[in-house]
């Protein structure tokens, strides 16, 4: 039997790469098909909002190439592929005068497996309330914050491949109403060389769980008892809501490296991902890192990086309808961008990452994350 080469193999998972993204746009906008996408239809998405500086700044398109703690959000499985313990901790000031923060811990052991744990946690607080009745505010005020905890466990099966799993819980916190939901992670790696450099092809299912409802606080209430019936005391009762599930997406990153010298002091990736929500489109991104280490013969290095993704959801503007600034804004979102200087010896890691991204009409936001490794 003859057998296929194994740029063969590249070729055609980057060929789907780039297929799919047209092929499900094409889809989506024939002539005759019913638009069924569930836009707005998932709860929890704070936990869509990344970690870590570095992975804001190449978008979805990291989940090739993590290896270090924020291996454990990205892509579980690129956390048995560290060689030390590794921590990443970030914070963001996001729209509206909320923040998202998130850390990681993982640590490998047996020299091909590792465990990790991580938390991620988004909100505001001392917010006034305003009604109708008292437009200039009732005095009172609530507060927001939604947290992610989860534990993860990743393996090397062999010098190619390696798969890992997150169990996390999400806990929702709106005013006085609350509701909880369970979740799992799960990704594969897959790493080898083509023409003596590293290629490295990444899946990952985020978010596949239970669904989120909420109770309590202002969803309890009364109403007027009927007239007809004995006395005039309000009925307690509570108000119901709908359940709706974690926001899941599917995601495949392919990575390569461009340039790579021999002693891997330089070097140029380039990632191109393809991603599935359960609440969106099909989408796409591509993304860049230069890194250079041991700068001048020191242990200090560099990091440049840019990446864009694309969500069709973000798309506001409508067939035929007038071009305005909102049409521009909206045709930069999606694109990111950073850096970072960190400083290493063969047992330790002391690295600082910057990412901004832009979120169209919203603006932009500005990550800062650190590093630690040992």
Known sequence: MKRTPRSGYVLLLATLMVGLP????????????????????????????????????????????????????????????????????????????????????????????????????????????????????????????????????????SDRFSAGITAKGVFDNLGSVSGSAFGIDFGADFHSRLGGKPVRLGFTVQNLGTTMSYSGGDLNTSIPRDTAGAGTEPVPAELKDKAFSLPTVFQVALAYDVVSSANQNNRLTVIGSFNQANSNKAGFGFASEWTSRHLGGSGFGAAARASYTYAPANNISTSGSIPTAMNDEENLQGMAGGGGLFYETPGFLLGVDYAFKYMGVLGGTHYLSLSLGW
Request: glycine fraction near 16%; charge should be negative; proline fraction near 4%.
């Open 22 to 157: 047209s092929a499900a746009a094409g889809q989506a906008t024939k002539p005759g098909n019913t638009d069924n996408t569930a836009f707005g239809t998932t709860s929890a998405e704070f936990l869509l909002l990344g970690a870590g500086a570095r992975g804001t700044a190449l978008g979805g398109s990291y989940a090739a190439v993590a290896t270090d703690a924020s291996a454990l959000y990205y892509n579980p499985a690129g956390a048995a592929l560290g060689t030390h313990p590794s921590v990443v901790v970030g914070t963001v000031d996001y729209v509206a005068d909320t923040r998202y923060s998130w850390g990681g811990l993982a640590f490998p052991f047996g020299g091909s497996k590792a465990f990790g744990i991580q938390l991620g946690t988004f909100g505001f607080k001392d917010q006034p309330v305003y009604t109708v009745e008292q437009p200039a505010g009732t005095g009172a005020t609530y507060s927001v914050n939604e947290t992610f905890v989860g534990l993860t466990y990743a393996q090397q099966f």
